[in-house]
């Protein structure tokens, strides 16, 4: 895609990070847990510093990031978010794309959950080939196999 550009965080973006999680994320979480300010930051800087967190740019604009691990058999996404006036432009797309072409090439599977009220991530990921393995109360486990 035309002026996307993924690159890996520093500690200086983690503020940034926060703030797009915020603005991508906080509907679903106050739909089920509530948002509580102090306990999610201490959650994003637990993960911040233990997750390979990549910003996305467009056209030379941080507009969101994505947060990955890997095992000997599978690369899982824990979060991507993308702020609100940049979604829907094909950036998710294109990013979930890099991840899955990146784990193929490593023979890995791609595993996230996600949570059950949100339609259309489920439908964003069932269209890029992602089944549903597995469910409990809140999330649903989804794996793209490898190819």
């Known amino acids: 895609m035309d002026g996307l550009s993924i690159r890996q965080a520093c500690e200086r973006d983690s503020d940034f990070v ?3 999680k915020e603005a991508a994320f906080r509907e679903y979480a106050e739909q089920v847990w509530g948002w509580h300010g102090i306990d999610q ?3 994003h800087d637990l993960r911040f510093a233990s997750q390979d967190v990549r910003i996305i740019r467009f056209q030379k604009t941080d507009v969101g ?3 990955t691990s890997s095992t000997a058999d599978a690369v ?4 991507i978010h993308i702020l609100p006036e940049y979604q829907r432009k094909g950036l998710g797309t294109a990013c979930m794309r890099v991840i ?3 784990a193929n090439a490593q023979d890995k599977a791609v595993r996230l959950q996600v949570l059950k ?3 259309r991530a489920i439908v964003f990921y ?8 597995d469910e409990d ?4 486990q989804m794996e793209s196999s490898r190819d």
């Open 126 to 133: 069932r269209r890029l080939g992602f089944k549903i393995v």
């Open 18 to 20: 926060f703030a797009v």
């Open 65 to 67: 990031y994505f947060a």
């Open 137 to 140: 109360a809140i999330h649903l």
């Open 117 to 119: 009220i949100n339609t």
């Open 100 to 102: 899955i072409r990146d």
């Open 76 to 79: 899982r996404v824990h979060q």
């Open 41 to 43: 930051r201490e959650l």
